[in-house]
C-alpha cells in the first residue's frame, strides 16, 4: 500500500511539472534602465516580438537580440557579437536583474517594463534648438584625459538625435530630449551604456557624460558650424626608418599567420587592428565583410588583429569564433593579444607604429608591402555624410593602390 501511494504520488509531480507553461515575455514595447549611480539612470526602449526576440532601439539603429534563455522565473539575454549580458528574474510584464561585463569585472544594475512610455519623458517643451555642428572637449583642463570632439545633433521640437565624433571613432547612435534647457541622450548596444546630461543655452553646452557606473567625466561644448577634427589619417605613422608592418600571430587554429604569406603575396592588403567588444570596430566590420563579398578585386586581402580583453586565451578565440559568426568575417583573423585592450601593451604588439591610438585602427600596405596610409578611427553609421565619405574615399584609395 505505500509503495503504490509514493507510485501515485510520484506521478502526479511528474504530471504537474509537465503540465507547467513557462511564462513568455509580453509582446510590444518595453523601456529598460540601466542605475549609472545612485537615483540616476540610463534609460533606453526595446520591444518584444511575437518570436519572444529583442529589438533594441537607438536612433535610427535596431539591434535584434536572439540569444534569450528563460527557465523558471530566471532570464539570460545574450547580446549580439558582444560578451554583454543581461541576467536577472522575470514576470511577464517585468525584468529586474544586472548588465554584465564578465572580463571587465562591470555589473550594472538593470530593470524593464513593458511600458509606452518615451525613452526620456520631458516635462517641459524645449528652449532651445542644437540642431548643428558642437566644438566639444571631454575633460576640460584635465591634464592626460582631456580629448576634442564633434557633436552633430538634429532637433526636432524636442527629441534629439545625433552623436559624438573624437579622432579616435564615434560614440554611436545617441538619442534623447531638450527638457526646457536640459539635453539628456543615451544608447545601449550591448557593448557601451552611455548617457550625457548638459544644461543647454543657444550656443553652450555644459555636461557630464557617465559610461555604465564605472566611469563619469565633464565636457563642454560650443557651436561652430566650421569646426573639424584633425586629419584621421596623420595621427598614427610608422617610426622613422620603417616602411613595412610585421607581425606573426595566431588564428583561430593555431596557425601562425604573417604577412609573408602566400596568401597577401603581391597583393594589396587591409590590415584592421580591433577588439570583438568594440562597436566602432563592429560598425568598421560590417563595412568591410560587405565590401570584401560584394566589391572586393581579386588582388585586395584583408586580415583582423584583434585585440581582446578576455582573461584567457581560449575565451578570446571564442569571442573570435562568435564575431565571425555573427559578422559573416571570411577573411583573417588573428590573435594579436589577450587579457587586456590596454593601447600601450597593443603598441608593443606592433613596434614599428608610433601608437596605436584607437581600434579600430585600418593600416593600407601596397603590392609592394610598403604601408602607404593609417586611418585612425571609423565614422560609422551614426555619423551621417562622414561615413559616406569614409567609404568614398576608401573605395577610391584602394583602386589606386590596384593600379599602381
Keep these: 500500500m505505500r509503495i503504490t501511494t509514493v507510485f501515485l504520488t510520484l506521478i502526479l509531480l511528474f504530471s504537474c511539472k509537465n503540465n507547467v507553461t513557462e511564462i513568455t515575455l509580453e509582446t510590444g514595447r518595453w523601456k529598460a534602465k ?31 537580440v ?32 544586472e548588465f554584465i561585463k564578465s572580463s571587465l569585472d562591470r555589473i550594472v544594475p538593470f530593470t524593464a517594463n513593458l511600458s509606452d512610455d518615451a525613452r526620456f519623458v520631458a516635462a517641459s517643451d524645449s528652449n532651445v534648438d542644437i540642431s548643428g555642428n558642437w566644438e566639444t572637449v571631454f575633460s576640460p583642463g584635465i591634464e592626460g584625459d582631456e580629448y576634442i ?3 552633430i545633433f538634429n532637433q526636432e521640437k524636442n527629441k534629439v ?30 557593448a557601451h551604456a552611455f548617457l550625457f546630461e548638459a544644461k543647454v543655452t543657444d550656443t553652450t553646452l555644459n555636461g557630464t557624460f557617465y559610461s555604465g557606473n564605472h566611469f563619469r567625466e565633464p565636457f563642454v ?29 595566431p588564428n583561430v587554429n593555431g596557425d601562425i599567420i604573417s604577412l609573408e604569406d602566400e596568401i597577401f603575396k603581391d597583393k594589396v592588403v587591409v590590415v584592421q587592428i580591433f577588439g570583438t567588444w568594440c562597436p566602432n570596430c563592429l560598425d568598421e566590420t560590417k563595412y568591410y565583410v ?23 586565451q581560449e575565451k578570446a ?32 604588439k606592433l613596434p614599428m607604429l608610433n601608437h596605436v591610438l584607437s581600434y579600430p585602427t585600418s593600416i593600407y600596405i601596397d603590392k609592394k608591402g610598403k604601408v602607404r596610409k593609417i586611418h585612425t578611427g571609423f565614422n560609422g553609421p551614426a555619423t551621417g555624410n562622414k561615413y559616406i565619405e569614409f567609404k568614398k574615399d576608401f573605395e577610391d584609395f584602394l583602386e589606386l593602390l590596384v593600379s599602381e
Excluded: H, W
Design 149 to 151: 570632439a564633434k557633436g
Design 290 to 312: 560587405d565590401y570584401y563579398k560584394n566589391r572586393k578585386p581579386d588582388n585586395v586581402e584583408f586580415v583582423g588583429l584583434a585585440f581582446e580583453y578576455a582573461k584567457t
Design 66 to 97: 536572439d540569444e534569450i534563455t528563460l527557465e523558471g522565473d530566471s532570464i539570460l539575454i545574450k547580446m549580439p557579437v558582444f560578451e554583454g549580458y543581461i541576467e536577472g528574474t522575470y514576470t511577464s510584464t517585468s525584468i529586474s536583474g
Design 34 to 64: 540601466l542605475e549609472v549611480e545612485e537615483n540616476k539612470y540610463l534609460p533606453f526602449v526595446f520591444e518584444v516580438t511575437e518570436a519572444q526576440t529583442i529589438r533594441i532601439f537607438n536612433a535610427e539603429e535596431e539591434i535584434e
Design 221 to 249: 561644448a560650443k557651436i561652430n558650424a566650421d569646426y573639424e577634427l584633425p586629419d584621421a589619417d596623420s595621427l598614427t605613422f610608422l617610426k622613422e626608418g620603417y616602411e613595412k608592418l610585421a607581425f606573426n600571430f
Design 161 to 190: 538625435t545625433g552623436t559624438f565624433r573624437t579622432t579616435t571613432g564615434d560614440y554611436r547612435y545617441l538619442e534623447g530630449v531638450v527638457d526646457g534647457d536640459s539635453l539628456k541622450l543615451s544608447t545601449f548596444d550591448g
Design 317 to 348: 578565440f571564442n569571442s573570435i569564433k562568435r564575431f565571425q559568426k555573427k559578422t559573416g568575417v571570411t577573411y583573417p583573423i588573428l590573435l594579436a593579444q589577450y587579457g587586456t585592450d590596454d593601447k600601450v601593451k597593443a603598441q608593443e
